[in-house]
């Protein structure tokens, strides 16, 4: 069973400070999505990466993929109280299904 | 482009009723997912269509759920005699070649079996 480990579960930060979470483990994925999630709605796809080492930039957000493409994380520069949301990282194979993690919960506050 | 629409947003019901959500899917995305999510969790996978037919089910689908697209558009996904277990919210996402993965999700029907 592929799992996918989220840290932190919860953060807590002011505007306009840096922040990373990350996105483990034990298996390789062949890519691996990152979506913010907000309350009673569905995720939205945030990025796609595929490549092992590859870095997207998304205006102030920064996703990496590492080189084994096992993990990732997701930086955000400078955020704002409209980053705040659930994060989800997921990975892909080659069988269609996407294995989500549980998310970080970020708020930032004003 | 309207998106991934998903109906009823809210389901409450008694434990032992049966219950149907629909999903329309982006109009061109021939590929269709079911996902299941409980609070506190990431979303967990159930059952994917390529057009009309349903390739792949996870073992979370019981024998209660079942799911159909019968056309290749909308999909139905129905649970027969609900379970306190059931409650959870029901995602439905879509995508199309050459992506593997889903791209858009519904903003899903939210199940409270009382």
């Known amino acids: 069973t592929q799992l996918l480990e989220q840290s932190p579960q919860f953060l807590s930060i002011q505007e306009g400070e840096n922040l990373t979470v990350y996105c483990n483990s034990s298996s390789v994925f062949s890519s691996l999505q990152w979506y913010r999630q907000e309350p009673g709605e569905g995720p939205v796809l945030l990025v796609t990466?595929?490549?092992?080492?590859e870095v997207k930039k998304l205006k102030r957000l920064t996703f990496q993929f590492g080189d084994a493409r096992k993990d990732s994380s997701l930086h955000i520069t400078a955020a704002q109280p409209g980053d705040t949301g659930l994060y989800l990282c997921?990975?892909?194979?080659?069988?269609?299904?996407?294995?989500f993690g549980k998310g970080t919960l970020l708020t930032v506050n004003p | 482009d309207t998106g991934v629409s998903q109906d009823p947003r809210h389901k409450i019901t008694k434990r032992g009723q049966n219950v149907t959500f629909r999903c329309d899917p982006i109009s061109e995305h021939n590929r269709l997912y079911w996902y299941r999510q409980t609070l506190g969790q990431g979303p967990e996978f159930l059952t994917y269509f390529q057009n009309e037919a349903q390739l792949e089910k996870s073992r979370l689908l019981s024998d209660r759920f079942s799911a159909e697209r019968p056309k290749g558009s909308f999909s139905t996904l129905e649970i027969q005699r609900t379970e306190q277990g059931d409650s959870a919210m029901y995602l439905c996402?879509?995508?199309?070649?050459?992506?593997?993965?889903?791209?858009?999700f519904g903003d899903g029907t939210r199940l409270s079996i009382l």
């Open positions: 996402a879509s995508g199309d070649i050459p992506s593997n993965q889903p791209q858009h």
């Open positions: 997921a990975g892909g194979g080659s069988n269609y299904k996407l294995t």
């Open positions: 990466v595929v490549t092992g080492g």
